[in-house]
């Protein structure tokens, strides 16, 4: 079975994807804890890449860091705080880039996650002005890289795929295009008909359904 897929749209590439099943073995393989228990921010590796599977957001968005516009910075993700944090409406608050602006975006990710990230945060000794995840872009692809080689995925893999397989997760649930697009915060729908491309498991499965004879 393979761990990544590759679709077309006309003669381009869409980014691969990793399917559910092996999110789901990234996430809660047990190399994430093995690997850095010692360092005791095994909770928080397992915490970070199930926000990026749930919200699809890109990784500045939920790290914080810097916001970059032909190889030069322009500028801050804030990253989100505490105070971002919705249990009752099971939601997060980050900051996306519209037009070379900073707007807000609300996304919605299961209740549970929200209370995970709360104790997470106050069980540091954060407050609610400050970011959740205290953590570098490249502590981060170095962790994915290890938790992807632990779980035996066998291929490059970096934190950006979350995005892919979160948006390939949802066309695959049956979610319209549009309802992706605000998700994503997509400013075009074509951003997000890059997803709309066939798999060979779209094929067999519309043949499936299609009496011969």
């Excluded at 897929?5 to 990793?18: A, E, K």
């Excluded at 939920?62 to 705080?81: F, L, N, T």
């Excluded at 990230?117 to 953590?135: A, M, P």
């Excluded at 400013?187 to 491309?197: E, F, K």
């Amino acid at each position: 079975m393979t761990t990544a897929m590759t679709i077309f749209r006309g003669n381009q590439p869409v980014p691969d994807y990793l399917t559910f099943e092996h999110v789901r073995r990234l996430i809660d393989a047990r190399s994430i804890i093995e690997s850095f228990k010692k360092y005791k921010i095994d909770k928080r590796n397992q915490l970070l890449l199930e926000t990026l599977w749930q919200t699809g957001c890109r990784l500045g968005e939920i790290i914080g860091g810097k916001r970059m516009k032909d190889g030069k910075a322009i500028g801050d993700y804030p990253g989100p705080c505490g105070k971002d944090l919705d249990i009752r409406a099971g939601s997060m608050t980050v900051y996306v880039e519209k037009q070379s602006k900073l707007v807000t975006h609300i996304v919605s990710v299961e209740p549970t996650l929200v209370a995970e990230l709360l104790d997470f945060y106050t069980s540091r000794g954060l407050n609610r002005e400050q970011r959740i995840f205290q953590v570098n872009k490249r502590q981060v692809q170095n962790m994915i890289k290890i938790a992807a080689e632990k779980a035996g995925i066998a291929r490059k893999v970096n934190p950006h795929i979350l995005r892919h397989s979160h948006a390939m997760y949802l066309r695959d649930s049956g979610v319209h295009a549009f309802v992706m697009q605000k998700d994503l915060a997509h400013s075009n729908i074509s951003s997000t008909l890059v997803y709309s491309g066939a798999t060979d498991e779209d094929v067999t499965r519309a043949k499936s359904q299609i009496r011969w004879r």
